[in-house]
């Protein structure tokens, strides 16, 4: 039992154990159900405690349960559950949850963002690592960083907070990979003009605004192809398994903050806006360098203050 139980990686008690063996019990109904029989009693029993699974889930705003599907096969009815094998499906899943969050235990978590090893999500010590590229990528990873580590807590991956975390990238990156494939588009037509200097900050700018662009729309497609072979429910065991690979023991999730911040940082660069302004205020002597200059600044106070 200490085996099968070591995921938990805490102090087993008595009570632990007894919850750990119904969850056998019912994942042994799951695998032979043909060896078990559901009297209406014990189905109304399975009712009642889904009921108040329920009414915990819906109650509070980060449940560690997530029973409402299963609640909806096991409508209240005037027969038994339908399936020798429902009982023993869903009861595991419950055990099985009891069990990870050390319910009836001192310290049990009551929900999904509680840490039963006193690492709250909001006191995770950041590194060098992200306050440096949070820094050069506008704050992206930063966000995506505090998201992480809120549906991550002790290492366990919550499924309504990675639904939503994989449908909101997804969103996001169709509208980088649109301004990426504008900017790609503006500065080969800018490269093209006539009098532009042969060399200089403009023409640097333009070619560093082009890779930044063409990086970004790569990196979306390579990214979007991976999430999206994790976007079902169903496959959050790959999800599980993706953020054990991409943590550091030192930094946690950082890398993959990085990585999926990646995107906005790179589309937002402001090479192609240095470009244009340097083209524009290549005579600082003319009626257009001083307009633009005092527009630019102007931009630049909101900007930093929007910031």
Not at 55 to 63: D, F, K, M, Q, V
Not at 141 to 160: C, E, I, R
Not at 183 to 194: M, P, Q, R
Request: glycine share 6%; proline share 3%.
């Amino acid at each position: 039992m200490a085996y099968w139980m070591a995921q938990v990686g805490v102090k087993l008690e008595p009570r632990m154990m007894g919850i750990f063996l119904k969850y056998q019990f019912y994942k042994h109904w799951d695998n032979f159900p043909d060896q078990q029989e559901v009297i209406l009693e014990q189905s109304y029993a399975i009712q009642k405690m889904l009921d108040n699974a329920l009414a915990g889930e819906y109650l509070h705003n980060g449940s560690a349960m997530i029973i409402d599907r299963q609640l909806r096969i096991a409508e209240k009815r005037e027969e038994p559950l339908k399936g020798e094998c429902l009982p023993g499906r869903m009861m595991q899943h419950f055990y099985h949850d009891q069990l990870l969050n050390l319910h009836s235990q001192r310290g049990a978590r009551s929900d999904r963002q509680q840490s039963v090893f006193n690492n709250p999500p909001d006191k995770v010590r950041r590194s060098w690592f992200i306050t440096f590229f949070g820094a050069a990528l506008f704050w992206a990873p930063s966000h995506h960083l505090a998201g992480l580590n809120n549906m991550w807590v002790d290492k366990l991956l919550a499924k309504q907070p990675w639904n939503l975390l994989v449908s909101t990238l997804l969103r996001e990156w169709d509208g980088h990979r649109l301004v990426a494939t504008i900017l790609i588009t503006a500065n080969v037509s800018f490269l093209g003009v006539n009098d532009l200097p042969s060399d200089g900050i403009v023409k640097i700018a333009c070619f560093l605004s082009t890779i930044s662009s063409s990086t970004s729309f790569v990196l979306i497609t390579a990214l979007e192809g991976r999430i999206r072979n994790m976007e079902s429910l169903h496959n959050i065991v790959k999800a599980q398994a993706w953020l054990n690979l991409l943590n550091n023991e030192n930094i946690g999730l950082e890398i993959l903050a990085v990585l999926l911040g990646l995107p906005y940082g790179l589309t937002i660069m402001v090479f192609f806006t240095i470009a244009f302004m340097s083209y524009c205020m290549h005579d600082v002597k003319s009626i257009t360098a001083i307009i633009v200059g005092t527009v630019l600044l102007w931009h630049l106070v909101i900007l930093i203050w929007s910031l």
